[in-house]
């Protein structure tokens, strides 16, 4: 992707270090050796390999720590990890690197961020974002009482919910939203589940429960307002940018892998893929390989621009992933038989991509979003007169 892509002219020596160090280190016999079990989630002492080995912190300032390669940098990293043939340790990272990462730097309070910030990068402390409540009517809730502030909820499918140190919750306080820093080791705090996942087996993900959790008041690490919701929508847009990267990976893997195998499977006295059915359907996921790399390019110079990207970005995340979703379909069936065993390339790529579908907002979510927007556009498009009528009709 950054290699040959439009992005390739703004590496520099830094990013291609990274990418020559990430490329030979993440493989798939790697992965193997700190999963818990065959096909299990990282071990705990996973992380501080990784950031002995200089993965933590790529996109962050070098005087916070980091090595100062911004958002290319995390899209280097992403491309490396793709290697391990496993979502589920990007996903890890991006929370890490990206989300835990950006909520201490731009925290209310500095001293959260120097609180919390060095452990991340030393890999001694794991983090999660808790977002996910049982349903619009049970989400968590925390009042401030005197000097404290008292948290209760619970929070579901929330990526290294059972490995994490440090949880960010969001939560509604004293009746507006905000981010809270919570240590797992506080009272209160407890993993009621660990979920059996289809894919993106290599990281964890939880339900933790918050029962009366009592907190300094000082653990607000953003609340409502404006710069509340930018920053939210700074660093959700970050993630779900990543994740249609890995998306567009995925499908790049499999676009090889069955280009391949159709070229040396017959069928009918000749190749599988010179069947026009086939042809026509890899030649359209062809088209959706070059309009994915393209989309990508131009939603990390908006961000780096520092211009609102909230819909744009969302739309790019569900096309990446569900483009990616309908090859992984496609190859599967391709293969024959062969594609519903469980050590069909592309079926473990199907399994991979399930759990992109979840991550960073499910894909209803991001229809939601570029529908909202468009609805807004078009009201902001009308004319005065339209505008007239329109508020005439009642």
């Known amino acids: 992707m950054l290699t040959n892509s ?30 818990t079990a065959p096909d299990g989630r990282l071990r705990r002492e996973t992380w501080r390999e990784l950031a002995a080995s200089g993965f933590m912190g790529v996109s962050l300032p070098r005087e916070l720590g980091g090595q100062g390669l911004g958002l290319l940098g995390a899209l280097v990293l992403g491309e490396a990890l793709a290697g391990v043939r ?12 990206e989300i ?28 999660c974002q808790c977002d996910t409540d049982p349903s619009a009517e049970e989400p968590a809730t925390a009042t401030t009482e005197g000097e404290e502030i008292v948290l209760t909820g619970r929070k579901k499918f929330v990526i290294n919910g059972a490995t994490a140190d440090l949880c960010f919750v969001s939560a509604v306080l004293d009746g507006a939203p905000a981010i809270l820093a919570v240590e797992k080791s506080t009272p209160g705090v407890r993993v ?67 280009t391949g195998y159709v070229r040396g499977r017959n069928l009918g006295g000749r190749p599988l893929g010179a069947w026009p ?12 390989q070059e309009l994915m790399e393209a989309g990508i390019a131009d939603a990390y110079r908006r961000v780096t ?22 090859l992984a379909v496609l190859c599967t069936d391709l293969e024959g038989g062969a594609g519903y065993m469980w050590d069909s390339v592309s079926l473990r790529a199907h399994a991979q991509l399930r759990g992109f579908r979840m991550s ?30 329109g508020r005439g009709r009642g």
Request: charged share 25%.
């Open 6 to 35: 439009v992005l390739s002219a703004e590496m520099t020596d830094g990013h291609h270090d990274l990418r020559a160090r990430a490329a030979e280190y993440f493989t798939p016999e790697w992965l193997d050796k700190w999963r």
């Open 86 to 97: 496993d979502g589920g340790i990007a996903l890890a990272m991006h929370v890490q690197n």
């Open 100 to 127: 835990a990462a950006d909520w201490l730097v731009s925290a209310r309070d500095p001293a959260l961020r120097d609180r919390y910030l060095p452990g991340l990068l030393a890999g001694d402390l794991v983090a």
């Open 192 to 258: 009621t589940e660990v979920y059996d996942k289809f894919g993106t087996r290599s990281v964890d993900s939880a339900q933790v429960e918050f029962d009366r959790v009592r907190l300094p008041a000082d653990r607000v690490v953003s609340r409502s307002g404006v710069s509340q919701l930018m920053r939210w929508n700074r660093v959700m847009s970050r993630m779900r940018l990543l994740i249609a990267a890995d998306a567009f990976l995925t499908h790049r893997a499999l676009l090889e892998h069955i």
């Open 277 to 288: 059915v086939n042809s026509h359907a890899l030649a359209r996921a062809r088209a959706h």
């Open 305 to 326: 621009a520092g211009g609102s990207t909230v819909p744009e970005i969302a739309e790019l995340k569900w096309f990446c992933v569900e483009k990616a979703n309908e």
């Open 360 to 389: 960073g907002g499910s894909q209803t979510t991001m229809l939601t979003i570029a529908n909202h927007s468009m609805a807004c556009r078009a009201e902001l498009e009308l004319t005065p007169a339209d505008a007239g009528r």
